[in-house]
């Protein structure tokens, strides 16, 4: 006999196991399908931030977060790129999603106090911030599914779990005094792994523990090794999916089909297809099994793609072993970041997005910008953790050997070892370190925002963000547009529909997180933006299915 459900959910991050586990809860018979062997997608590879306003662990903090705020603030973000409607659907159910999950689920969350959102200075924006964070939890709850929890894009030492509130001070060194408050915590949380035999895991990975163990204990079938090949369309309706692999065969769909299943990130001619060169596949810290092929069958039934553009995209060092997202690093006060000529062309501590868009922008006019180079003294080596390093820490061969970092006693010497002019970045650098020398940068205001100074060093005056570049010797890092995964998809309505080019409905088809457009457009909203929206709208393309 034909395998048969209400719904079936293609692939199992935080938008895919939202949706299952809200359909089940809501009466529906539900498989999830993941192409891989390891669940948790890219959400179990991220920093776990969940950007959702006014939702219940806020109020719980007292944190006051008026539905007029948010709604100004997504609008100036998304900027004409997402309706209103769709908009407000997110708004309106996200907190109750967030309820939801944790009312049936051993997830937690709590709230990152001060990780303001990216744009705080906007109408309805916060500078204390909107994100939340699970709480790190024992990943043996999982208990026979644990060796299939998708491992962090980072290697870490087994029971070593960071949160997000704790890196923020950590990246300072180890002698800043909240960098010593939070080393304590998280050497507490190991330490207490180890006496009471459990494995502690934070950030994305705790969030689909959480999520995976909640589908456990709904009974929730969840199918890995279980690649979609195709959707099955039955006059003009998606029926079910084809898949291969352990279950090889066509599943019905009795309600419908939510696809759930990531981006593109890491399929080459898809990315040359639709975005600017250079692009690269390999430059991505989305989980490997994103290729695209849920958007592909999405498009053959019918469905219009938006977005397909860009990206989650975020400054990144081409490392050898894969890319490191550069989050801090150019936010500490003594680097600057030029393009292939020694000039400066953005505030460093801008949001990643807009970071990664001003490379292209300025690749597109005619100087390279790709790679850039992040330039600072050794001052900045001796303070602060770069890339995981700790402060003066020799930075390894392998790294010179591949071009990736490059050192000299000079300014004028470091910019001949780059390409850049000799003279333009000699006079960058002292143009900068006169703007650290009055605490603010003229050029590109960096550490206005309160963004900024989140992940600057309060103990520089008179900003935060701003140190001159003055002890030798000198080093430049190679920084390419890396990126959390693709945000183009599926053209969806408030509903999580997908929508034909027409703006008619392709019945049967839902689509949520980085399968769908984005509902933030080309922009970010705050950390944990690409999460939060892509929980809410699984759980809103499973209430639509349950008639809820």
Known sequence: MADEFDVVVVGSGGAGMTAALTAAHHGLSVVLVEKTSYFGGSTARSGGGIWIPGNEVLKSAGLRDYSWQARD??????????????????????????????????????????????????????????????????????????????????????????????????????????????GMKFTGRLLKGKLTGKRPVSLGQALVT?????????????????????????????????VTGEHEGTITARKGVILAAGGFERNAEMRRRYQAEPVGDEWTTGSV???????????????????????????????????????????????????????????????????????????????SHIPSWLIFDQRYQETYVFAGRQPGKRFPNKWYTAGIIHTDPEITGLAARIGADPSVLEKTVARFSE??????????????????????????????????????????????????????????????????????????????????AAVMGHSYAGAGATIGPAMAFGYIAALDLAGA
Not at 226 to 234: H, K
């Open 435 to 516: 703007f650290a020398a009055a605490g603010k940068d003229e050029d590109f205001h960096r550490g206005d925002s309160a963004y900024d100074r989140y992940y600057g060093d309060p103990r520089v005056k008179p900003n935060p963000n701003l140190a001159p570049l003055a002890k030798p010797p000198f080093y430049a890092v190679q920084i390419v547009p890396g990126d959390l995964g693709t945000k183009g998809g599926v053209v969806t309505d408030e509903r999580a529909r997908a929508l034909r080019a027409d703006g008619s409905v392709v019945e049967g088809l839902y689509a949520a997180g980085n399968n769908s």
């Open 210 to 242: 959480g999520l995976r163990a909640g589908l456990a204990q709904a009974g929730v079938p969840v199918w890995l090794d279980t690649p979609l090949t195709g959707l099955e369309v039955t006059d003009g309706r998606v029926t079910g999916v084809k």
């Open 289 to 367: 099994g994103n290729t695209g092929e849920a958007i592909t069958a999405a498009e053959e039934a019918g469905a219009a793609l938006d977005l397909m553009d860009d990206a989650w995209w975020g400054p990144s060092i081409p490392m050898p072993r894969g890319p490191y997202f550069v989050l801090a690093e150019r936010s500490l006060p003594g680097c600057v970041l030029v393009n292939s000529e020694g000039q400066r062309f953005v505030n460093e501590s801008a949001p990643y997005v807009d970071a990664v868009h001003a490379m292209y922008e300025g690749h597109a006019g005619g100087t």
């Open 73 to 182: 603030y997504l609008a100036h973000v998304a900027d004409g790129y997402a309706s209103a409607e769709r908009q407000d659907a997110f708004l309106t159910h996200g907190p109750a999603m967030l309820s939801f999950v944790t009312s049936h689920s051993p997830l937690r969350l709590s709230w990152v106090r001060g990780y303001s959102d990216y744009y705080p200075e906007g109408p309805g924006g916060r500078q204390e911030g909107r994100s939340v964070e699970p709480v790190p939890v024992d990943a043996h709850i999982l208990k026979d599914e644990e060796p299939h929890l998708n491992p962090p894009y980072l290697p870490v030492p087994d029971g070593v779990a960071i949160t997000q509130g704790d890196y923020r001070w950590l990246s300072l060194g180890p002698r800043h005094p909240r960098a010593i408050i939070a």
